[in-house]
Structures are given as C-alpha cells and as structure tokens.
C-alpha cells in the first residue's frame, strides 16, 4: 500500500526557489562594469542582517557600490518578476485559461496611457503615480463592465470587457502620441520595461503592495484548486466563487499594476514561469503560487543582469530579454514533458 | 429526508419548474423520469443549491435557505451531468476536493480527511489510480472517481444527475450496483435523475415522473412505468413487461 501524498509545496522545490532567488541576488550583485567576488558580496549582504559582521575584503567605494547601486536595483527586479509571475498563475487560475496574463483586463493598456499622458504632459516625476492611476482605472472599469455585461459573471464577458477597455485605451494612447512625436522614443523605451532605480525609492514605493498581494493569494491558493472545477461545482463544495475570484483578481491586479508603475510593462515573465513551474512541480496552484513566487523573482532579476552586461556600456530593454531567452526555454520545457494544462 | 414544497425555479426569462412537491424518506432511493426539457437536472440543481428557486427546500428538517454555504455542502452532495475534468489534477487531488467544506478558509486538510478519502478510495477500488491524472482515465473509471468526490464530501443525501448517461450497458450496472451498496453501508439517501426507464425502475424504491415542470406521477416503479403514463408524457408507444426488479420498458415501433 502506498501512502497518498497530496499535492503540496514539496520542500525540495521550496528549497530550490530560494537557492534560485539567493543565487540571482549574488550573481546581480556581484556582476557589473566592476565585478565583485561573489563570496565578498555575500558576505556583505549578510552583514545588511542586524547583528551580523563578517569581514568582507571590499572597501567602502565597493560596499556603497553594492547597497546603493546594484542592491537596490536586484531587489526591485525580485519584486517585480515575483509579482508579475504571481499574478499570472493566479489570473490562468482564475479564468482556466492557460493563455490568461496579468495584462489581460487592462492593466498594460491602463498604465501605457497613464505614462505616455505623464511623459506628454511633461510630468515626468509622476510616472509612476499616472501609470499606477492608469492601471487600476482600468481594471475597475473592466470588472463594472464585465459584471454589468453578463448576469452570470462569466469569465468570458470579463475577458471581453478587457478587451474591450484595453482597444479603447490603447487608441487614445496612440492618438496622444501622434500628438506629441517628441516623446515616442521615451514612451518606447518605457513600454519595453525597464528597471531604472534610484536609490531605494522604487522599492519602497512596490514593497507595500507586494506585500498585500502575496498575502491574499498565497491564502486563497486553496480556493484555486477548487475553482478549477467550475463555478457550478465549487459552489456545491462549499465555496463562493464569484467572491473568491473577485478578491483573487483584484489582489493580482493591484500587484501588477504597482511593478508596471516603476518597471513598464515587462512582458513573458506573467505568463511563463507559472507554465514552466506547472510543468516541472505539477498542477495543483498551492505548489504553483509559492513557486512562480520566487523562481519568478530569480528569473526577472537574472534577465536583468543579461540586459545590463550583455552589450555594457549600453543596455537592453529588459522586455527583450526575458522573450529571447525565456522563449526558448519555455519550448525546452515544453518538448520535454509535452503536457501542457491548466 | 429531503422536502421540496412548491419549488418554482425560472432560468432566463422562462419558467422550467411550476411547483414541484416531492419527499424524499431517509436511506430511500428516488429517481426522477421524465422527457428532455421536463426540467429533471433544473430540480436536482436546485435541490444542490447550483441554481436560485423559490418555495422550500428543507433538508434534515432544515429549510437550506437558512444553511450557510459550507454546512449545505456537508449534508448534500452532487455528481454533476457532466463533472468538469480539470486538467492535469491527479485523482487523489481531485477526490480531495470533496472535503472543501470541512477545511477551513485558510487551512489545509487534516490527517481525518486524508484517512476519509483513503477509506473511500478503497471502498471503490480506486486506489491505484491514485497518482494519475483524472483525464487518462476511462469513462467507467472517472464516473467512480466523481461518485469518490461526492462521498468524500460525507453528506447524507447524494444527488446523481444522470450518473450513467456515458457509459456502456455493463458499467451502467458496474456503478448503479456500487451506488446502491454504497447507499446501504453509508446509509444514504439518493435522488437521481435517469434517462433509461427500466434501468431506472430497477434500482430506484421511488420513481417520480416529471413533465412539462409539473408532478405527473410519484409513486413505486410498478405504478409510475405504465404504458398509458409513458404514451401521454413520453409521446412514445412502448410495451412494459413484468420483470425480476421491476417493470421493464421495450419501445415498439409506431408503424
């Protein structure tokens, strides 16, 4: 008799997500137009926890080199991928769509018009704030159509509606360009993502809501599994699906829209990495959520790495990167285990 | 058991159930009958709680609109028509899925519903498909599997909508038999919904005809599976033989 194992976060993946992050955060440190030993450079990140004092061999230009230059800028890649690749597995849960992305209700649409309307209007400093704006307006006004459209809340009208609100916003985005041909390069260079810092800043303005976000759907990844069922279904086991999903999407929402804030709109890595961990760690969304998490946050932050080094002194859009090699890689995974589901 | 009183369900602009009464004893088996469109899957929704209706609905003596959602789910179950076969989830998981209601919002399942699903899985000789996927499996082999959920949900009543629609004439027999023992060693209560009337009348203690929305008959096989009922509701010209367990129904040919 064998003993039924349920499906869970296994600790031998958990371990592995943490090495990927651990190994991406040294690796994002440690590498630049200065190359820094990676032994020093862990030895300094541990020294960042309070109590801890290992000598590290590194003098102060390369220390302030770690933790106010590179350091910042690895975390908020961390953040960033985590939430993107958070937010796409718990949005594929939610449609049953294996082709659902964080974008998918108008969250790309909503922040690309909110930044070009800051970059046209030359409000640069408010970047972030209008894109933030612009995203959230959308999704909200996305869900009021959706629900308003179909009395049974279906799935469907709400991808719709989606579509809908992202056509319209992204018309008068291109018409606002039009407009102001100066500023297409710059909105450009934005849509195609980009992890500038300076300082802390980002990170502090994304910490807040990566926190939220991870809370809520982290707790409902129970309620994922059930909904895959069906709403007729998890109704009868018990559950409120139209509620579960409400609170699920709006969670991933605002997740998403405060990394496409200060990173622009990142594309693949939503709708990547929860396929490739579905593919590697199995189906169920308690292993899949935890683990696009963090193998999410290790990706982004390494594609990051490659778009800063690969052709330094210059840089690559880091939405490049992540398809160039993120796609391949993918179809890697894809032929070897030649299932893919949701 | 089980009480509906005058149960009038409207889906979309049209009305599909007029009022319906219908009791249902405890541990007894009922079967609903009727043509397409009588509205047989309406009134098993709405018993499940899938579908809004109004009238009464009262399960062990307690109207369900005043069960919280969860508590519902632990005294009724249901195997719908046709389940939704997730993709990619393993039996196991999936079985599982029927103690939902007794896991907190929260929380995960405890050492209890791990053991329950086991006795289960035992119980209907699913333990080695444990590992695979729901959707490599036979149509004989999942029809087990969603009848596996519903009991591991460890409600009383068991709601089967057209539990054999899928399946051949001997897994018919395979799963009816198996829900019949279950219903004896569980001491459940079964209210089914069928298409094939002598299948029907075989294992149920109680048929009930329903058409057009309305009661047209309640009552044993024997007095429900007539020739003269069967003509005026079914349109149809049939023969009922005497059988072993019951009437037996052979369609004759109209001209």
Same mark, same amino acid.
Request: glycine share 10%; with cysteine; charged share 15%.
């Given at each position: 008799?064998?003993?039924?194992?349920?499906?869970?976060?296994?600790? *031998?993946?958990?371990?592995?997500?943490?090495?990927?992050?651990?190994?991406?955060?040294?690796?994002?440190?440690?590498?630049?137009?200065?190359?820094l030993?990676?032994?020093?450079?862990?030895a300094?990140?541990?020294?960042?926890?309070?109590?801890?004092?290992?000598?590290s061999g590194?003098?102060?230009r390369?220390?302030?080199?770690?933790?106010?230059?590179?350091?910042?800028r690895v975390?908020?890649?961390?953040?960033?991928?985590?939430?993107?690749?958070?937010?796409?597995?718990?949005?594929?849960?939610?449609?049953?769509?294996?082709?659902?992305?964080?974008?998918?209700?108008?969250?790309?649409?909503?922040? *690309?018009?909110?930044?070009?309307?800051?970059?046209? %209007?030359?409000?640069?400093?408010?970047?972030?704030?209008?894109?933030?704006?612009?995203?959230? &307006?959308?999704?909200?006004?996305?869900?009021?159509?959706?629900?308003?459209?179909?009395?049974?809340?279906?799935?469907?009208?709400?991808?719709?509606?989606?579509?809908?609100?992202?056509?319209?916003?992204?018309?008068?985005?291109?018409?606002?360009?039009?407009?102001?041909?100066?500023?297409?390069?710059?909105?450009?260079?934005?849509?195609?993502?980009?992890?500038?810092?300076? =300082?802390?800043?980002?990170?502090?303005?994304?910490?807040?809501?990566?926190?939220?976000?991870?809370?809520?759907?982290l707790?409902?990844?129970?309620?994922?599994?059930?909904?895959?069922?069906?709403?007729?279904?998890?109704?009868?086991?018990?559950?409120?699906?139209?509620?579960s999903?409400?609170?699920?999407?709006?969670?991933?929402?605002?997740?998403?829209?405060?990394?496409?804030?200060?990173?622009g709109?990142?594309?693949?890595?939503?709708?990547?990495?929860?396929?490739?961990?579905?593919?590697?760690? =199995? =189906?169920?969304?308690?292993?899949?959520?935890?683990?696009?998490?963090? %193998?999410g946050?290790?990706?982004?932050?390494?594609?990051?790495?490659?778009?800063?080094?690969?052709?330094?002194?210059?840089?690559?859009? #880091?939405?490049?990167?992540?398809? %160039?090699?993120?796609?391949?890689?993918?179809?890697?995974?894809?032929?070897?285990?030649?299932?893919?589901?949701? | 058991?089980?009480?509906?009183?005058?149960?009038?369900?409207?889906?979309?602009?049209?009305? &599909?159930?007029?009022?319906?009464?219908?009791?249902?004893?405890?541990?007894?088996?009922?079967?609903?009958?009727?043509?397409?469109?009588?509205? !047989?899957?309406?009134?098993?929704?709405?018993v499940?709680?899938a579908?809004?209706?109004?009238? !009464? &609905?009262? &399960?062990?003596?307690?109207?369900?609109?005043?069960?919280?959602?969860?508590?519902?789910?632990?005294?009724?179950?249901?195997?719908?028509?046709?389940?939704?076969?997730?993709?990619?989830?393993?039996?196991?998981?999936?079985v599982?899925?029927?103690?939902?209601?007794? #896991?907190?919002?929260?929380?995960?399942?405890?050492a209890?519903?791990?053991?329950?699903?086991?006795?289960?899985?035992?119980?209907?000789?699913?333990?080695?498909?444990? *590992?695979?996927?729901?959707?490599?499996?036979s *149509?004989?082999?999942?029809?087990?599997?969603?009848l596996?959920?519903?009991?591991?949900?460890?409600?009383?009543?068991?709601?089967?909508?057209?539990?054999?629609?899928?399946?051949?004439i001997?897994?018919q027999?395979?799963?009816?038999?198996?829900?019949?023992?279950?219903? !004896?060693?569980?001491?459940?209560?079964?209210?089914?919904?069928?298409?094939?009337?002598?299948?029907?009348?075989?294992?149920?203690?109680?048929?009930?005809?329903?058409?057009?929305?309305?009661?047209?008959?309640?009552?044993?096989?024997?007095?429900?599976?007539?020739?003269?009922?069967?003509?005026?509701?079914?349109?149809?010209?049939?023969?009922?033989?005497?059988?072993?367990?019951?009437? #037996?129904?052979?369609?004759?040919?109209?001209?």
């Open positions: 008799m064998t003993t039924l194992r349920p499906a869970r976060l296994r600790p *031998g993946w958990l371990a592995a997500g943490i090495g990927a992050v651990l190994v991406a955060l040294v690796a994002g440190v440690a590498l630049g137009p200065v190359t030993p990676p032994g020093s450079v862990a300094e990140l541990l020294n960042l926890i309070p109590g801890v004092d290992l000598p590194l003098n102060e390369e220390i302030a080199i770690i933790t106010e230059l590179r350091l910042p975390v908020l890649g961390l953040l960033v991928g985590a939430m993107l690749s958070l937010a796409g597995g718990c949005y594929q849960g939610v449609f049953r769509n294996p082709l659902a992305d964080p974008y998918l209700l108008g969250v790309a649409a909503g922040a *690309g018009l909110g930044a070009t309307m800051a970059i046209a %209007f030359r409000a640069g400093p408010f970047l972030p704030l209008a894109a933030f704006a612009g995203a959230g &307006i959308a999704v909200v006004v996305t869900y009021l159509l959706g629900v308003a459209g179909g009395r049974d809340r279906s799935s469907a009208t709400l991808i719709l509606a989606g579509v809908a609100v992202s056509s319209f916003l992204a018309a008068i985005q291109t018409y606002l360009l039009q407009r102001n041909v100066d500023t297409i390069r710059e909105v450009y260079s934005w849509l195609l993502g980009r992890l500038a810092t300076n =300082g802390w800043h980002e990170v502090t303005l994304l910490l807040p809501y990566v926190v939220v976000t991870t809370v809520v759907v707790a409902l990844r129970r309620e994922l599994d059930v909904l895959s069922v069906g709403d007729t279904e998890a109704a009868s086991l018990g559950l409120h699906p139209q509620r999903r409400m609170i699920l999407l709006a969670a991933a929402s605002l997740g998403t829209a405060a990394a496409v804030a200060v990173s709109l990142i594309g693949f890595v939503g709708i990547i990495v929860p396929h490739v961990v579905r593919l590697l760690a =199995g =189906g169920s969304y308690r292993s899949i959520l935890p683990l696009s998490l963090l %193998f946050a290790a990706f982004l932050a390494l594609a990051d790495l490659a778009a800063r080094t690969l052709i330094a002194p210059g840089e690559l859009p #880091i939405g490049v990167v992540t398809a %160039f090699f993120g796609a391949p890689f993918f179809i890697l995974v894809l032929r070897s285990t030649r299932r893919v589901s949701v | 058991m089980l009480a509906v009183e005058g149960v009038r369900v409207t889906l979309g602009d049209a009305e &599909i159930l007029h009022g319906v009464d219908l009791t249902v004893a405890s541990g007894e088996w009922v079967t609903v009958i009727g043509p397409n469109g009588a509205g !047989k899957s309406t009134l098993l929704r709405a499940g709680g579908v809004p209706s109004h009238g !009464k &609905i009262i &399960i062990d003596g307690t109207p369900t609109s005043a069960l919280p959602r969860r508590r519902r789910a632990q005294l009724v179950a249901t195997v719908a028509q046709q389940p939704v076969v997730p993709p990619g989830m393993r039996v196991l998981d999936y599982l899925l029927g103690r939902t209601p007794y #896991i907190a919002p929260l929380g995960r399942e405890s209890q519903d791990l053991s329950i699903v086991e006795q289960v899985l035992d119980s209907l000789e699913l333990r080695r498909f444990t *590992g695979r996927e729901l959707e490599t499996l *149509g004989g082999e999942r029809q087990r599997v969603f596996a959920r519903a009991l591991a949900q460890g409600a009383p009543l068991l709601l089967l909508d057209e539990p054999t629609s899928a399946l051949d001997g897994h027999q395979e799963v009816l038999e198996l829900v019949d023992r279950l219903r !004896k060693e569980r001491a459940l209560t079964v209210l089914a919904t069928m298409h094939d009337l002598s299948v029907a009348g075989e294992y149920a203690d109680r048929l009930v005809l329903l058409a057009e929305g309305r009661i047209a008959a309640d009552g044993p096989p024997a007095q429900v599976l007539t020739e003269e009922l069967l003509a005026r509701h079914y349109r149809a010209r049939v023969r009922v033989i005497a059988g072993e367990f019951g009437p #037996i129904v052979v369609p004759v040919r109209l001209s």
